[in-house]
């Protein structure tokens, strides 16, 4: 049931003008965004890896401290819903290092920091290859309070399609 509701949330978001760049709110102290290279959708051409910007906006009045460089090191966590079946799978991140957790970047109001964030080709295909049409849940947690306690800030969703996917897409909206 959980999977469903998460499914239905990220297709909601992703469709629409803004696809790919929702975001959620889940502490109300910072925005989370992301996008590939501006794009409300990310285009896979069955090669390259795709590569994403994962941006952190502190929407309080007060400075923010994360563990910025910890943050860079591991990446956002990702979960792939495909958009035409039933089927999602949560992706590896790199091991921790838990010494950086100790150095902090200050993060002023209304300021935005970023982390990038990568899906590999590998990763992809096993989706559909060049029928490619999927949702990726991009969700970032950290300690913001000076602790280790780590606790979700927030998430985006990006919509990734196949270039043959992205031709039909246009071609429909015509």
Same mark, same amino acid.
């Given at each position: 049931?959980?999977?469903?509701?998460?499914?239905?949330?990220?297709?909601?978001?992703?469709?629409?003008?803004?696809?790919?760049?929702?975001?959620?709110?889940?502490?109300?102290?910072?925005?989370?965004?992301?996008?590939?290279?501006?794009?409300?959708?990310?285009?896979?051409?069955?090669?390259?890896?795709?590569?994403?910007?994962?941006?952190?906006?502190?929407?309080?009045?007060?400075?923010?401290?994360?563990?910025?460089?910890?943050?860079? *090191?591991?990446?956002?966590? $990702?979960?792939? %819903?495909?958009?035409? +079946?039933?089927?999602? /799978?949560? =992706?590896?991140? #790199?091991?921790?290092?838990?010494?950086?957790?100790?150095?902090?970047?200050?993060?002023?109001?209304?300021?935005?920091? *970023?982390?990038?964030?990568? $899906?590999?080709? %590998?990763?992809?295909? +096993?989706?559909?290859? /060049?029928? =490619?049409?999927? #949702?990726?849940?991009?969700?970032?947690?950290?300690?913001?309070?000076?602790?280790?306690?780590?606790?979700?800030?927030?998430?985006?969703?990006?919509? $990734?399609?196949?270039?043959?996917?992205?031709?039909?897409?246009?071609?429909?909206?015509?």
């Amino acid at each position: 049931m959980h999977r469903r509701l998460v499914l239905c949330l990220s297709l909601l978001f992703c469709s629409g003008a803004n696809a790919g760049n929702s975001s959620i709110e889940i502490d109300g102290t910072v925005a989370v965004g992301a996008h590939c290279d501006g794009r409300s959708v990310c285009i896979f051409n069955n090669k390259d890896n795709v590569r994403f910007e994962v941006t952190i906006r502190n929407t309080q009045k007060e400075p923010v401290q994360l563990p910025l460089a910890f943050m860079r *090191s591991v990446g956002p966590r $990702i979960v792939l %819903h495909d958009n035409r +079946a039933q089927h999602s /799978r949560k =992706l590896s991140r #790199t091991m921790p290092n838990a010494a950086l957790l100790s150095n902090v970047t200050v993060v002023a109001p209304d300021q935005s920091v *970023s982390i990038s964030g990568l $899906i590999t080709r %590998h990763e992809l295909d +096993a989706f559909g290859g /060049r029928h =490619l049409d999927v #949702t990726a849940e991009v969700s970032i947690n950290a300690p913001t309070d000076g602790t280790r306690n780590f606790r979700p800030l927030g998430t985006a969703t990006l919509r $990734i399609v196949s270039a043959e996917v992205a031709q039909s897409l246009d071609a429909a909206r015509r």
